[in-house]
């Protein structure tokens, strides 16, 4: 049984039977749906694995849209003012993603980020190319994009 799927079925199906299908509607058979499956599927691994997963996204989510949010005033108010706080430059991030999803969604995370983005990954999968627009200090950059692909890593596995 996969419990995210099994997850979003139920939801779909509280949204039908309360006639709410709206974000909170989908939002709420979310939520119930997943408590229930916690609660009567408590013994089996995947669902365990399943009820970390779920707080873990929550909280990335969260952590992905201050990022979002910071990035974007960042760029808009050195495009917007006559400051040109740029300094661009290319990092060699070292990656701890192992699998083509990992390293796809640390990449698309990156590049969805206002003021970076993905370039290249070597050919033995262990580097990530990004170009970044304030390489002011790479040690601060690499610590940045490192916690964001230690969050998604956290979801992920």
Same mark, same amino acid.
């Given at each position: 049984?996969?419990?995210?799927? /099994? !997850? *979003?079925?139920? =939801? ?5 039977? +309360?006639?709410? $299908? ?48 910071? /990035? !974007? *005033?960042?760029? =808009? ?5 006559? +400051?040109?706080? $740029? ?71």
């Amino acid at each position: 049984m996969n419990p995210l799927l /099994a !997850n *979003l079925v139920m =939801a779909l199906i509280w949204a039908a039977l +309360t006639d709410t $299908m709206s974000g909170v509607g989908l939002l709420v058979g979310f939520i119930v749906s997943y408590l229930v499956l916690i609660f009567v599927f408590r013994g089996q691994p995947e669902v365990r694995k399943y009820r970390l997963q779920v707080p873990r996204l929550l909280n990335f989510m969260l952590f992905f849209t201050k990022e979002l949010i910071m /990035a !974007n *005033l960042k760029v =808009a108010w050195d495009v917007l003012t006559p +400051t040109n706080l $740029m300094k661009p430059g290319v990092i060699a991030m070292p990656l701890r993603a192992e699998t083509d999803m990992e390293i796809t969604m640390v990449a698309n995370a990156i590049s969805l980020t206002p003021g970076s983005l993905s370039l290249d990954v070597s050919t033995d999968r262990k580097v990530l190319y990004v170009h970044v627009m304030y390489l002011y200090d790479e040690q601060q950059v690499m610590s940045e994009l490192k916690r964001m692909e230690a969050k998604i890593l956290r979801v992920m596995r």
